[in-house]
């Protein structure tokens, strides 16, 4: 999807490893998979929570990269999450929260910030959260069926979805690696399906050459843009690419466009989104090491003109996908602020002291999370109830005047944060009194996250020392009733009438009327899987138990779900107002995004892990192929699969499915590119 190229900026540690990874988990519990179906295992309670396997199982990424070994350098408080587009304080944990206050000096100047750090612990969940509308393939899709590149004997092969394949390049690898088993990554096609940008000659440091190929032109030679190349990106429409370079021990950033390849930095950051090259290829970000800093900057590609240096302390940094709209964190002291950037103009503060941030999935919007900075007031820890201090001895009356100073002479650093998405028309809260929150997938704008209500004062005839009143106080809020709501970018919130709710489970309908979601079973630890109408009166709904994934087909209220795995296998059901089986011995679903259909693989053989291939559009299940053991979705319906696959030889036939009816692509295919 188009939304996974945000991934494909990681050097060391993410896209490739990414793959790497995700190849060698999925083809690990193939394995098992066939080695164990149709065996007797444990059930899930063991694994209450199974985003992360969700999110595996989902993941279609492009991969443009080879693996490179790189110094990753260490930045203030590791602030980058996985998702690459979140901030999160080094923090403790909100567990030891009592402990901390019971040690600590009461930091209640405004220069402190040990209490909204500690209420920062809550806020683990989402770095996850924010990726996953990436890797499940949320967010913008293409309109038009793009080539698939596949690898042979050491050969890129290119299949234009209409003529024979052909050979692109040969020898893919010189001593590297480019697969793992069946996926492949290093070869990337642009969304007008005219160009093809991609890596050979790969070595054991994991770096290549680059080259491009102009698809119209099946006889025309291949352009190298560079060699020694460890990583690049690619605009949408193929016209500008931007690449690393191993120069030693050294990554220089290139950028290639009408023809031309030029140097644009020597010695660039070495981590996760160093650089980015905005959609549209008309910049190019990218950091360098400032002291203990880091320095921004911003290129443009089709000039050779200076970069501008947009800041010398940044955190994280954004480009969003359809307005190419930058966005960037700056460190002042012990928080953030957030700036716009579009080129050619200043950089614009949005907001002070903010804790979140990441791109919305219509690829316009931002969301961001900002602490309240008006409310600092001591007054919410202690309310001052005593009216004659007399009845006091001298002692508790010196106590009573002690805190009744720190109440009018010193603040607090503010506890809770609001919420706000900020569009093209400007920001809109869209929620205050937040913990924690992060986008859910899809165009129509849905934020999930924790808000509770803030404690009531402590009184100050019932405390007998400031710190006692903090002790109360945050004891009180670690262990206040936290809710889990949804909100709209308009600033509509719904909390959901489940307490338990796991938050990185929870989806909405395409037409916002149902949401669906996980709560612990309370026996065996799995999933119960539940659903709920928004704005709606009625009780939330209890589904199925047992439930390993979920989602709603695209555009309605169906749910799918798959429940009751077991050796490798489990079942799929529909929700449509009452709950009903679909299918059997199924495994390998996938949601599209962008049609009314959901893919899978049923019946499975116990020996080669070969099994059906079928669709189904909310009405009718359909065979599309037979003896399939793996597949990836392209866009609109099409789908490139494996059939016949070998798993001690490592090969598999190709074929390409067309929304309605099935081509044979090659036969002995080694692995297939990722889109």
């Not at 940094?317 to 012990?334: C, H, R, V």
């Not at 916002?512 to 539940?530: C, I, Q, R, S, W």
Request: hydrophobic share 30%.
């Amino acid at each position: 999807m188009d939304d996974q190229r945000k991934h494909e900026q990681a050097l060391n540690g993410s896209h490739v490893d990414n793959e790497m990874k995700y190849g060698e988990k999925t083809v690990e519990e193939e394995k098992k998979g066939v080695e164990s179906l149709g065996t007797k295992q444990e059930g899930n309670g063991d694994k209450p929570e199974n985003v992360d396997e969700t999110v595996e199982m989902q993941g279609v990424h492009r991969g443009n990269s080879v693996e490179t070994t790189v110094d990753t350098v260490d930045t203030f408080d590791d602030c980058q999450s996985k998702s690459g587009n979140s901030v999160d304080e080094t923090v403790d944990n909100v567990d030891n929260l009592v402990k901390v206050v019971e040690t600590e000096n009461a930091s209640t100047k405004k220069d402190g910030g040990v209490w909204w750090k500690v209420l920062l612990g809550l806020v683990a969940f989402v770095g996850f959260l924010g990726y996953c509308w990436y890797a499940t393939g949320g967010g913008l899709g293409k309109s038009t069926d793009i080539a698939i590149s596949y690898a042979k004997d050491n050969e890129l092969y290119l299949y234009d979805l209409k003529n024979d394949p052909y050979v692109v390049n040969e020898g893919i690898s010189n001593g590297g690696a480019y697969n793992y088993y069946y996926s492949a990554w290093g070869a990337t096609v642009s969304e007008d399906n005219e160009d093809l940008f991609y890596l050979t000659g790969i070595n054991a440091d994991g770096v290549g050459v680059l080259s491009y190929k102009d698809i119209k032109n099946k006889d025309g030679e291949p352009i190298v843009l560079g060699e020694s190349v460890a990583h690049y990106i690619n605009s949408a429409d193929g016209k500008e690419c931007a690449y690393l370079v191993k120069n030693g021990d050294e990554m220089d950033l290139y950028v290639y466009y009408g023809g031309q390849s030029r140097l644009v930095a020597e010695d660039i950051l070495q981590e996760n989104g160093a650089y980015d090259l905005s959609k549209d290829g008309s910049y190019v970000l990218y950091k360098k090491s400032n002291g203990d800093k880091i320095s921004l900057y911003a290129a443009v590609v089709e000039k050779d003109e200076e970069p501008t240096r947009l800041s010398d302390s940044v955190a994280l940094n954004l480009i969003t996908e359809k307005s190419n709209m930058a966005y960037y964190l700056e460190q002042q002291g012990d928080t953030y602020q957030l700036y716009e950037y579009a080129l050619g103009k200043e950089p614009q503060l949005v907001a002070e002291q903010v804790t979140y941030l990441e791109p919305m999935p219509n690829g316009q919007d931002v969301l961001y999370c900002a602490m309240r900075t008006d409310d600092t007031s001591l007054a919410q820890l202690v309310e001052d109830d005593i009216t004659d201090i007399s009845q006091y001895d001298q002692t508790r009356q010196e106590a009573i005047e002690e805190i009744r100073r720190k109440m009018q002479e010193e603040s607090m650093d503010p506890i809770f944060q609001d919420s706000y998405v900020l569009t093209a028309a400007g920001k809109r809260r869209i929620h205050d009194t937040v913990i924690s929150a992060a986008s859910l997938p899809g165009e129509n704008g849905f934020v999930v996250g924790y808000s509770m209500e803030a404690p009531a004062p402590v009184k100050l005839s019932e405390i007998n020392s400031f710190d006692e009143a903090l002790y109360t106080y945050y004891s009180n809020l670690m262990y206040g009733q936290k809710e889990v709501f949804i909100a709209d970018k308009a600033g509509n919130v719904y909390t959901l009438q489940e307490t338990n709710v796991i938050p990185t489970s929870v989806q909405v309908s395409d037409d916002g009327k149902m949401v669906a979601y996980f709560v612990p079973d309370e026996v065996t630890g799995g999933n119960v899987l539940m659903v709920e109408s928004l704005y709606g009166k009625k009780e939330a709904v209890e589904v199925q138990k047992g439930v390993e994934q979920m989602g709603f087909i695209q555009g309605s209220t169906d749910l799918i779900y798959f429940y009751d795995y077991n050796g490798g296998m489990g079942n799929l059901g529909l929700y449509r107002g009452d709950a009903m089986e679909l299918d059997q011995n199924t495994t390998g679903i996938y949601f599209s995004d962008d049609k009314k259909e959901v893919y899978y693989l049923a019946d499975p053989n116990t020996t080669t892990g070969n099994g059906t291939l079928m669709k189904f559009d909310g009405k009718n299940k359909e065979e599309i192929d037979q003896d399939v053991f793996s597949f990836q979705y392209k866009e609109n319906g099409k789908l490139a699969y494996l059939k016949n696959y070998d798993f001690e030889k490592g090969l598999g036939d190709l074929y390409y499915y067309d929304g309605k009816a099935t081509h044979m692509v090659d036969s002995a295919v080694t692995a297939v590119y990722m889109y």
